[in-house]
Nanobody, 115 residues
């Protein structure tokens, strides 16, 4: 069964860094576009970063220059390196991929940035 599992969230002070991981199972990871979304309380889920199967990346304007998305196909894992974190980055972060026309989501990992 296809599954995505995120980890790496936590509590960090403003200016700090975290690296999120998303481990995929049950799918041929290397062929899929992977995305990271986030959702803060009371807000809609927003797209943060995308990486294609060939490694092309794209970022939301709010995180450009601070976040880096990457993938390690041999480990079926996508990463989100987050630097210079701000309190407004506080959210639950989810990884996702489109599988047969349906979005497959992980359970999410909480990131909290204190000021």
């Amino acid at each position: 069964q296809e599954q995505l599992v995120e980890s790496g969230g936590g509590l960090v002070q403003a200016g700090g860094s975290l690296r999120l991981s998303c481990v995929a199972s049950g799918l041929i990871f290397r062929i899929y576009v992977m995305r990271w979304y986030r959702q803060a309380p009371g807000n809609q889920r927003e797209l943060v970063a995308t990486i294609t199967s060939s490694g092309l990346t794209n970022y939301a304007d709010s995180v450009k220059g601070r976040f880096t998305i990457s993938r390690e196909n041999a480990k079926n894992t996508a990463y989100l390196q987050m630097n210079s974190l701000k309190p407004e980055d506080t959210a639950v972060y989810y990884c996702t991929t489109l599988l047969g026309g349906v979005n497959l989501w992980g359970q999410g990992t909480q990131v909290t940035v204190s000021s």
